[in-house]
């Protein structure tokens, strides 16, 4: 296979070539980035070279992880609407709120952009099958993808993921085990078993390649708006792959020449006040993230109690002169009815996006004349039980 | 309003302009279907006029019944996957099999496309809330987009519609009774209600806009494969509103010069052995549908015992040249199951397509050289129970 990318450690600068299926970095432990060759892509990959294809991630396949030729395995993620609510702008005193629905994915999350991207280059890479632990959406996005390479999957979920997931993970053929823990206790169970087995550990940051995924919700919302930007981004943040995505696109956006330099979006993360390590982080002002705790809170993605890329997400907010609030579960529920009420299928944590944009415009971190955007990463059906 | 298109009868061609909230034909009660002016839309209106749209239904404007300027009452609906299988073609014996995936949609299934369109419009036309039977996803959609609207939707739906239906319409601010019956005496109700309280009447074929809605599916296919054709489309057919749209799409794109003349794939048409009006009639010939007595199957979106449009479905599987086949209940969920172990979150309606795949192809229906399209028509998710 012929690769035009390299991977570097977000953290020490080691460098390795993508041939196999790279995890971490080998030196210090941190995870890897890719990087493209952008200032050569500049000179024929426009904004116009897209317009043709499939409405699915993929269609930035020049800045995405794939070898020349090769089709990725894909059940076409990606390409999600991005829809504009006058009625939540007006009441939240903001000029525009879009709502990025990105339940409308395979597996209904945003999920499967990640899994997508990390399943095609582990398989081309000789993975004999995945394991992953998971908070609930993940599992369900692995298991399809893994299915869709016709490759086995284990998950490692804990015992309290709603059942609509855990069924989904079952339906789509993958081996499922419920765990008396928190998604970090999964994790030491995943990594054993991909020592034991040599299946591959897709875990959150523990590869290169689910970042590739998540940044295209970046590039789409840019696409979305005719190559321009939003004032602002509320994110809901567990394990961080999608802020620090997004924030990797705006890079490349700007170095590939299709957005002007300097004019990023600040990157609001919001968490639940019951697991909130990144937000006590960016008030103490600290580089990385202390466990939370006991995590608790309804929003299953968002009880992520440790990120490995803690000091990528808070980089991320603080270069973007972004901020990180913690919403109670009363209120993103609320929020997330207020969302269905204007017919969008949000889930827990796409409410806590809304519940941070009330927040953050009442604190004056969000301006009147501002454009925002608010991600629901997931469906309302996977939480009804 | 200023429109460019009119409405005529599908049976008697009866004319009228789309002032107002339109039903069905005024004369002889028949659906009526919208009429652009395609000879004149031919001279500018080109593949390439839609290229750098938005990747939703709506990027075909010029062909949807929208006034001049006017924005669509839109949840992000169309722009669906078309996932091809290689492993499902070889077992089918078939050269190529696509699955296009409408569980994607918002509210996880086709019935988005008709219920934006239709609402767009009698929003418009000043309907002071909406009503409809529905066997499911209908009722799921048109509460999305009754909340999208502002406007209350009241829904009758069977007793053993699956839970998380009922439940997502709750959600969505929906007014939902359940009735002891099937779908045709939900819409006995839906109709008196209507006539009671002046809230318009969203039933399928009653009003012009469902189809145009669902005709989008042709649009997408043809898109999606560089404007070109299946050979054969297989869709699962219960008030048959997306075969008919999709047969009035291919009309229209041959209209247009986007398609060549002649080469239309052949419809068709999967029902539940245990709810097959449309099969029967097909069978034996006729013009049109005898209702079904006693409509029992999984599949509540084939439960469907009499169809307002039957005879304009049967004349497309006719023109077409295509079948219609019955599966049974066991057959179809063994072939949902195979979907979803190539990844895809296939319902019950969309397995059945894959189980007629096999009959159709067993009976030399569809040959070896072929490229096959079939519908998932919604999200397995909403099946859990």
């Known amino acids: 296979m012929k690769f035009e990318f390299v991977l570097h450690c977000s953290r020490c600068g080691w460098q390795r070539d993508p041939e196999g299926t790279p995890g971490v970095c080998e030196v210090c432990g941190a995870p890897l980035l890719v990087d493209y060759p952008l200032e050569q892509l500049a000179e024929h990959f426009r904004p ?45 005193g903001v000029a525009e709120v879009w709502i990025k629905d990105e339940g409308l994915n395979p597996t209904a999350s945003f999920k499967a952009r990640g899994m997508s991207a990390a399943v095609t280059r582990a398989a081309a890479g000789g ?60 994790g030491v169970l995943a990594r054993a078993y991909a020592r034991d087995t040599g ?70 993360v919001v968490q639940s006040a019951g697991c909130a390590p990144i937000v006590r982080a960016w008030r103490q002002g ?27 997400i808070l980089r991320a907010i603080a270069a973007s002169g972004g901020a990180a609030v913690a ?10 009815d207020e969302l269905l009420h204007c017919g969008i299928g949000a889930c827990p ?16 971190h969000i301006g009147p004349d501002e454009r925002v955007i608010c991600f629901n990463t997931g469906a309302w059906l996977k939480y009804l039980e």
């Not at 600290?286 to 990528?312: I, N």
């Open 48 to 92: 116009e070279s897209v317009e043709g294809r499939p409405w699915t991630m993929w269609r930035y396949r020049e800045v995405m992880p794939l070898a020349v030729d090769e089709h990725p395995i894909s059940l076409g993620e990606g390409g999600t609407p991005l829809v504009g609510i006058p009625r939540l702008a007006q009441r939240a």
């Open 349 to 364: 944590e796409g409410g806590a996006t809304l519940a941070a944009l009330y927040q953050l415009r009442a604190a004056g």
């Open 199 to 268: 299946y591959f550990d897709v875990s959150t940051l523990r590869e290169p390649y689910r970042v590739e995924g998540k940044k295209t919700m970046g590039y789409e919302i840019c696409e979305q708006l005719g190559w321009d930007l939003p004032d602002a981004i509320i994110y809901p943040t567990g394990g961080g792959t999608g802020i620090i995505g997004m924030w990797k696109a705006f890079a490349e956006l700007e170095a590939l020449g299709w957005l002007p330099a300097g004019r990023r979006p600040r990157m609001h």
């Open 286 to 312: 600290t580089e990385s993230a202390e466990p939370w705790t006991s995590p608790e809170t309804v929003a299953s993605g968002l009880r992520v109690p440790a990120a490995l890329g803690d000091f990528l």
């Open 327 to 336: 919403v109670a579960d009363s209120e993103l529920l609320r929020c997330a």
């Open 127 to 186: 993975a004999p099958g995945f394991v992953a632990p998971s908070a609930g959406n993940a599992a369900g996005a692995l298991s399809a993808y893994g299915a869709r390479a016709g490759l086995p999957v284990r998950v490692y979920m804990p015992k309290d993921t709603p059942a609509p997931i855990v069924a989904e993970c079952r339906a789509l053929g993958a081996d499922v085990v419920l765990i008396n823990g928190v998604i970090t206790d999964c």
